[in-house]
Structures are given as structure tokens and as C-alpha cells.
């Protein structure tokens, strides 16, 4: 079956624009959860959503945001770019609310903000 | 706060040989689960191995196991027969299972494996 699907792969923006990250989870999957990572933060939680429903937020700012679709289908969105929100955005899905069992990752979208 | 350290920023093994990748965490939750997740070049996190806390035994996936010290909050991973497919960033995991909505992730361990 087909796995976790983001578009797009890459993607460069400039400083004050906003974007949209799209996530498919695998079919079947309910939770889709957004990790931010940089080389010098390492991978961090943006947030999780269940049945279209966050669950849980990260340490992020409010420009941050995201919501979810009857479909389970996933859409990140960030507003007023900076420098600093250059990073690989990575979704992950799990049949289940939580990370239990291990969430399935997709290849993540790479965003530079120039 | 809950924490996740990887101390060995690189390490590098010979083809058919084993290595061993540490991780430690810190926690005050006594129920949680941890993983070991491997990032090749195409970026995709993929699962390698799972533990639940409360199982004393330590899990195994084919050439990949663990040795898991609860007490100690250690959770090493061993790579048996390593073969070049190996080669990738490998990440430890710690989710809390009374929360159970987000993974803590330690820096990451860049694994090279030598012909």
C-alpha cells in the first residue's frame, strides 16, 4: 500500500510569505503528526492530529499552524516566514492516537526561506 | 523534562561486522516506549525496532537488537552483520505512554559502514 505522501518535496519561499505543507497518511492511518528538523535542532513536534482534532502542540510559535480533513489528509501551514523556519518538515501517520506502535514517516518537505 | 542523548555523533563499522549505538534518556515516567528510527539520504524516517518499558526483554528484528536498561535509562542498539544498506543516520526515540502524542528525539548517530 502506498505510504505517507508530502507535497511538495521541496519548496523555497521568501522571508515574510506564507506556506502550505500537505501531508497524505497511509490509507486507513487516523493520526498524522508534523516534526520540524534542523541541524541544529535536531527533529522537534509541531503537532498531532486525530480524527481532525489536535491533540497536542509543541514549543512552537503561533505562526505555526495546521489542521486536518475528514479524509485524514494533513495540511501544515506557516505564516510570516523567517530565516529561521528553513528546515526538513516531516509527517508521520499512525493507525492509532499517539506514537505507541511507531509512527510511518514520509520523506518530508524541504523548505528554505531565503 | 524529558531528554534524549546520543553520544557518539558518528561512528563507522566494517562490512559483516557488529556495532553498537548508544542512547540514554531521562525520564520520571515509568511506563513509556522507545524506538530506533534510520534516516537514509532520501530522508524517510523508517522504523528499525521497538521496546515497551514494561517488557524486560529486549527486542530483536532480525540483525538489529537492543539491550535496554530501564534502570540505568540506557537503550543501545546492536547491528549485527552490517551490511553497506546500513549506512544511514540513525535517531533514539522516547514516547511517554501515559501522554502518548509526541516522540522525544535524540540528535542522531551517523552510522558508516566500510567495504
Known amino acids: 500500500k502506498a505510504g505517507v505522501t508530502q507535497t511538495p518535496r521541496y519548496l523555497i519561499k521568501t522571508r515574510g510569505q506564507q506556506v502550505t505543507l500537505s501531508c497524505s497518511p497511509i490509507?486507513?492511518?487516523?493520526?498524522v503528526s508534523w516534526y520540524q528538523q534542523t541541524p541544529g535542532q535536531g527533529l522537534q513536534f509541531l503537532f498531532e492530529?486525530?480524527?481532525?482534532?489536535?491533540?497536542n502542540k509543541g514549543n512552537f510559535p503561533g505562526r505555526f499552524s495546521g489542521r486536518q480533513f475528514s479524509n485524514s489528509r494533513s495540511e501544515m501551514n506557516v505564516s510570516t516566514l523567517e530565516l529561521g523556519d528553513s528546515a526538513l518538515y516531516l509527517c508521520a501517520s499512525s493507525l492509532v492516537a499517539g506514537g505507541y506502535y511507531g509512527y510511518t514517516f514520509g520523506s518530508g518537505t524541504r523548505l528554505t526561506v531565503v | 523534562a524529558q531528554t534524549v542523548t546520543q553520544s557518539q555523533p558518528e561512528m563507522s563499522v566494517q562490512e559483516a561486522e557488529t556495532v553498537t549505538l548508544s542512547c540514554t534518556y531521562d525520564t520520571s515516567e515509568s511506563d513509556y516506549y522507545l524506538f530506533w528510527y534510520k534516516q537514509p539520504p532520501s530522508r524517510q524516517m523508517i522504523l528499525v525496532i521497538r521496546?515497551?518499558?514494561?517488557?524486560?526483554q529486549n527486542a530483536t528484528e532480525n540483525r538489529f537488537s537492543v539491550n535496554f536498561q530501564k534502570a540505568a535509562k540506557s537503550f543501545s542498539l546492536k547491528i549485527s552483520d552490517s551490511q553497506l544498506g546500513d549506512a544511514a543516520m540513525y535517531f533514539c526515540a522516547y514516547c511517554p505512554a501515559n501522554t502518548g502524542n509526541q516522540f522525544y528525539f535524540g540528535t542522531g548517530t551517523s552510522l558508516t559502514v566500510i567495504p
Open positions: 490509507s486507513g492511518h487516523r493520526s
Open positions: 492530529y486525530f480524527s481532525e482534532t489536535q491533540r
Open positions: 521496546q515497551e518499558a514494561y517488557k524486560q
